[in-house]
């Protein structure tokens, strides 16, 4: 239990830090090579608190032809920190701290058919909206 309060607490200290680093804060939009393509996100809260949810769903979907976008709204969940994780096409994942400045973000997943399972091409970013 010890060693996952102190977990939280430097979590929570890197989520501070990372808020003087950006105003926009986002994942790349491949890792390593452009082959590896950013293909899905996960935005959550690594607490165990249970009043605040382990993954955060989007506020906001909408669909037109093969481009999906997906909004989320982070105030309400700003009292914990929160993280995301970038997946990659070639199964490359990089979790970051989302800094406190910001609260919203978006993901725009363009595929290539309407039922892929996977992005042809994917933008994350986060940033403050007033």
Known sequence: MMNRLKAFILLFLLSQIATAMADN???SAYYLQPSNTLDRINIFNPTDDPKYPASIVPNYE???GHVITQIWKLA???NAPLF???LYQKGNAVTKAIPVNVNTCQLIFIQET???LHALKAEFECYYVK
């Open 114 to 116: 309407p039922t892929a």
């Open 62 to 64: 909408s669909s037109k």
């Open 84 to 86: 995301v994780t970038c």
């Open 25 to 27: 804060f986002r994942c």
């Open 76 to 78: 309400p969940y700003r």
